[in-house]
């Protein structure tokens, strides 16, 4: 599966960003889809997820609840951030990845080693 992440971009302080992610190579549908994000000299850490079921199953890291929003289509294998309310503290190069199918998703969808494959990163800055 090869994914490719676009739309970051500079925003302000309060403004909005969407990233979209496609997924080429493999069956979309079947694999849970989580962003993550790193800023300069900090560790990867988990953004967002979505199961293949989409609906109800998206799960989001407290910093960003209620301001990030993750959807999928999988009819054009793309997954969606949806980001509002941008803060300077969101500023990172953010990642699309992709998990095969689990029963454990519920459980593993903030652990970047159960994912199988990462997009090369989008650049998101955020100025104050």
């Known amino acids: 599966v090869q994914l490719q992440a676009s739309g970051g971009g500079l925003a302000q302080a309060g403004g909005s960003l969407r990233l979209s992610c496609a997924a080429s190579?493999?069956?979309?549908?079947?694999?849970?889809m989580g962003w993550f994000r790193q800023a300069p000299g900090k560790e990867r850490e988990f953004v967002a997820a979505?199961?293949?079921?989409?609906?109800?199953?998206?799960y989001y890291t407290d910093s960003v609840k209620g301001r990030f929003t993750i959807s999928r289509d999988n009819a054009k294998n793309t997954v969606y951030l949806q980001m509002n309310s941008l803060k300077p503290e969101d500023s990172a190069v953010y990642y699309c990845?992709?998990?095969?199918?689990?029963?454990?998703?519920?459980?593993?969808?903030?652990?970047?080693?159960?994912?199988?494959?990462w997009g090369q990163g989008t650049l998101v800055t955020v100025s104050s």
């Open positions: 190579g493999g069956t979309f549908s079947s694999y849970g």
């Open positions: 979505i199961s293949w079921t989409g609906g109800s199953s998206t």
């Open positions: 990845a992709a998990q095969r199918w689990s029963k454990y998703f519920s459980s593993d969808y903030d652990v970047m080693g159960e994912y199988d494959y």
